[in-house]
């Protein structure tokens, strides 16, 4: 006999998993969660993350569909000026705290076993996980399904093994270390070197200069160039609809006048759609990261960029790449910010979304991970078979470059279609936070608002350039398969 039983089993209790929960308890009032996570609390990566970390997308469309960030507002000062706010790290997680411990486990319907690890489930349906921190392994007897909210396997600097060596005297650090610096006043660094070009490098970059740094002192090594999604044109509420509303026009009628991916992306760059760091740069990674004008030029005033590939090994007063070397000044303390968020190529192979006895959390609507959790459960809860879901839920890849993004978009689209032309689902849609454009259109109709008009424009152009978009999508689909 096993020791508990349930009706589903997440394996996972960050973003993903508290977002496919929260939308399941509503939908099946019968159900019953229990949850399985590694950590101490709720919020998965969100505990490792660097303390300066925040958001890269509003607030307001992200976490789980009943509960709003309680500082939910729009920014009046700052490099997000004008635009809904960023929770910070410390936010995000004291917000899924709040969503287990205030919305989930009074339900009576939800369990919670944290600082436990999954260990996998017999045939019979018996699953088992072991407590980390000492114990017997526990089972599970699970009635429908096993849901695995761990696909995005991300990763952040204070967890990750770098990829490069590291001499025994050079000073290495993740950024979650530089907020204690003040502690060695008295021996503070001459030199900074940001190791590593994503997101989490041009946080750090900010928050050095924005701590007095000067730019000199700062030498950045980006082995790519990316594009960044304009945080301007990603706004939810009727405030910013337009605005959303142009970014959609353009990428629909750029893709009737784009040759690939690439092309594609450069001509929205040059619309101010998508922002870049070095304007004479042609990027060739676009990971879906979200910035403000303010950001980049901040960072446009770090002038020394190591452009020489991956690092691979750290010396004090040397760095050294596969082809060459680069001089950096002594006592430079180094700063690894090469942890990759996601690994682009998990997705090869994985099981649909719907497959049996499991349900796999994937991206229906790229990059909105939370979003598309709750669209999951909603999915599961509301349609009977797998097929059915599965219909309705094409996984879309979270592509690593210009050439392969319009495959992502592709799917995207095509999912948003389909949810369209579902009553059930099209109803769910216009009351769910987590959609950046429903609840807003849904309000508009019910005023019979005219701001409606500037949907008539979209509508048209899905049905002019859509075609455009499957050649590009299928363009991209093949050369992302073929990586």
């Known amino acids: 006999m096993a020791d508990f039983e349930t009706d589903y089993l997440i394996v996972g209790a960050g973003a993903v998993g508290l977002a496919f929960a929260d939308t399941l308890i509503d939908e099946d009032p019968d159900c019953h969660i ?81 600082l436990c690890e999954f260990t996998g489930r017999d045939d019979d349906g018996i699953a088992r996980f072991k407590p980390i921190l000492g114990g017997e392994e526990k089972t599970v ?95 939810p509420g009727e405030d910013f609809l337009e605005q959303v509303m142009d970014m959609q026009l353009a990428l629909l009628r750029e893709a009737s006048a784009a040759s690939d991916g690439r092309d594609w992306m450069r001509r929205l760059g040059e619309q101010g759609y998508y922002l870049r760091i070095d304007e ?22 770090i002038t020394n960029v190591i452009r020489k590939g991956r690092v691979k090994r750290v010396e004090p007063g040397k760095l050294v790449f ?83 993004f319009p495959y992502a978009f592709m799917v995207t689209m095509m999912n948003r279609g389909a949810w369209s032309q579902n009553p059930k689902i099209a109803a769910w849609l216009a009351k769910s936070r987590l959609d950046l454009a429903g609840p807003t259109i849904a309000k508009l109709i019910a005023e019979n608002s005219p701001k409606l008009a500037i949907l008539a424009p979209f509508q048209q152009a899905i049905a002019q350039h859509m075609p455009s978009v499957v050649k590009l999508g299928m363009q991209a689909k093949a050369v992302h398969e073929a990586k």
């Open 34 to 114: 229990t949850f399985v996570d590694r950590h101490a609390k709720p919020g998965g990566h969100w505990n490792d993350a660097y303390s300066f970390v925040a958001l890269h997308q509003p607030s307001a469309t992200y976490g789980v569909n009943s509960l709003e960030f309680q500082t939910e507002h729009i920014d009046e000062h700052g490099l997000n000026k004008g635009l809904h706010a960023l929770a910070s790290g410390t936010e995000v997680l004291a917000y899924f705290e709040k969503v287990m411990n205030l919305r989930l486990l009074p339900t009576g319907r939800v369990d919670y076993h944290r």
């Open 141 to 235: 007897n699970v009635r429908r399904k096993v849901v695995d909210a761990t696909f995005y396997q991300t990763s952040v600097p204070s967890t990750h093994t770098p990829s490069f060596e590291i001499a025994s005297d050079a000073q290495v650090v993740p950024p979650g270390e530089l907020p204690q610096l003040w502690k060695r006043a008295h021996a503070l660094p001459e030199h900074y070197v940001i190791l590593g070009a994503g997101k989490t490098a041009m946080d750090t970059g900010v928050w050095l200069i924005e701590a007095g740094v000067d730019p000199r002192s700062i030498s950045w090594v980006r082995p790519r160039e990316s594009w960044l999604w304009n945080r301007a044109y990603t706004q």
């Open 280 to 301: 004479n740069s042609d990027p060739d990674m676009f990971h879906y990261a979200t910035i403000s004008q303010g950001e980049v030029d901040l960072l446009r005033r």
């Open 322 to 404: 596969a082809d060459g070397a680069a001089d950096i000044p002594q006592g430079s303390l180094f700063i690894d910010c090469t942890a990759t968020a996601v690994p682009f190529r998990v997705q090869e192979g994985a099981r649909p979304i719907f497959d049996g006895d499991t349900i796999t959390l994937r991206p229906l609507h790229v990059p909105l991970v939370t979003f598309s959790a709750a669209v999951a459960a909603f999915l599961e809860a509301n349609f009977d078979d797998d097929a059915t879901r599965n219909a309705l839920a094409t996984p879309g890849p979270l592509t690593d470059t210009p050439e392969t």
